[in-house]
């Protein structure tokens, strides 16, 4: 008999919908490991080991003369960061929950929250990284001075933004094509390796072979990053334009994709996967 009516505002939505993708995101930040210590340190080994590996191969090649003029431990840092949050990010999202997973059996649960907090997952497990990792760099071996690093944080925002889309694309494809979706993410993922172009600078590469790095949104965001990370270093064959232009193409067929998808979802999916 005495009841009292809640309305539910805009607010209160947005609210409870904020609350929701919080508490997404803290569940796909401790997938790895339990311990939020030690899958942020397995996290980072990642990072120093293919700096080190990348230093290992550039001293005993002589390839640092090809590297800009400054240091060279910035110069590594500045690609594989990128490289790594556009990675992570791409399978992030490819391994976010589905229509037909369990958790969209709960009523406040939907793909958007379930794709919003795997994107927001990799994006604050990368930033603490590399806030991490520049740290120790700076301490231990020598100081690093970024030029403008307002630029170099908005190309890292970039870079996981650009993984985000190329993500939404997989999403989309992998409730029709389950196995194509998760080898086509993979060839993406090892192409990177060399198209992303973290081990080259775009103005000391001939025309024919920029043709082959060129369509690459993660090619212009490392070497825009690394244009605003060195004083001496100005890019002229990329631009900040191009990836996101691609990027929000892409998001908007992966969110028409995935409408469909959801649309047409059905609990023999899941079992096929």
């Given at each position: 008999?005495?009841?009292?009516?809640?309305?539910?505002?805009?607010?209160?939505?947005?609210?409870?919908?904020?609350?929701?993708?919080?508490?997404?995101?803290?569940?796909?930040v401790r997938k790895s490991h339990r311990n939020a210590i030690v899958g942020l340190v397995m996290n980072m080994m990642t990072t120093v080991i293919m700096v080190a590996a990348f230093y290992l191969m550039f001293s005993v090649l002589g390839l640092r003369g090809t590297a800009i003029r400054g240091n060279f431990i910035l110069y590594l840092?500045?690609?594989?960061?990128?490289?790594?949050?556009?990675?992570?990010?791409?399978?992030?999202?490819?391994?976010?929950?589905?229509?037909t997973s369990a958790m969209m059996k709960h009523a406040p649960m939907n793909t958007a929250i379930s794709i919003a907090s795997a994107a927001l997952s990799a994006l604050y497990i990368q930033t603490l990284s590399g806030i991490l990792i520049l740290f120790m760099?700076?301490?231990?071996?020598?100081?690093?001075?970024?030029?403008?690093?307002?630029?170099?944080?908005?190309?890292?925002?970039?870079?996981?933004?650009?993984?985000?889309?190329?993500?939404?694309?997989?999403?989309a494809?992998?409730?029709?094509?389950?196995?194509?979706?998760?080898?086509?993410?993979?060839?993406?993922?090892?192409?990177?390796?060399?198209?992303?172009?973290?081990?080259?600078?775009a103005n000391n590469m001939p025309?024919?072979?920029?043709?082959?790095?060129?369509?690459n949104p993660l090619f212009h965001c490392i070497d825009q990053s690394r244009g605003f990370a060195f004083i001496n270093y100005s890019p002229h064959?990329?631009?900040?334009?191009?990836?996101?232009?691609?990027?929000?193409?892409?998001?908007?067929?992966?969110?028409?994709?995935?409408?469909?998808?959801?649309?047409?979802?059905?609990?023999?999916?899941?079992?096929g996967r």
């Open positions: 008999m005495f009841q009292t009516e809640e309305r539910n505002t805009h607010f209160r939505s947005a609210i409870g919908l904020a609350d929701l993708i919080f508490v997404s995101t803290v569940r796909h840092l500045s690609g594989i960061f990128l490289f790594l949050t556009h990675t992570k990010a791409v399978g992030a999202i490819m391994g976010s929950e589905g229509p760099a700076h301490v231990i071996w020598q100081p690093i001075v970024i030029d403008n690093p307002t630029g170099a944080i908005g190309m890292f925002l970039l870079s996981w933004f650009s993984g985000v889309a190329v993500g939404m694309v997989f999403l494809i992998k409730p029709w094509f389950p196995g194509f979706a998760t080898i086509a993410s993979t060839i993406y993922s090892r192409a990177n390796m060399l198209a992303s172009g973290k081990m080259f600078v025309s024919s072979v920029l043709a082959f790095f060129d369509w064959f990329s631009s900040v334009s191009y990836p996101v232009i691609v990027s929000i193409t892409l998001v908007m067929l992966g969110l028409m994709g995935e409408f469909k998808a959801r649309r047409h979802a059905s609990i023999s999916w899941s079992a």
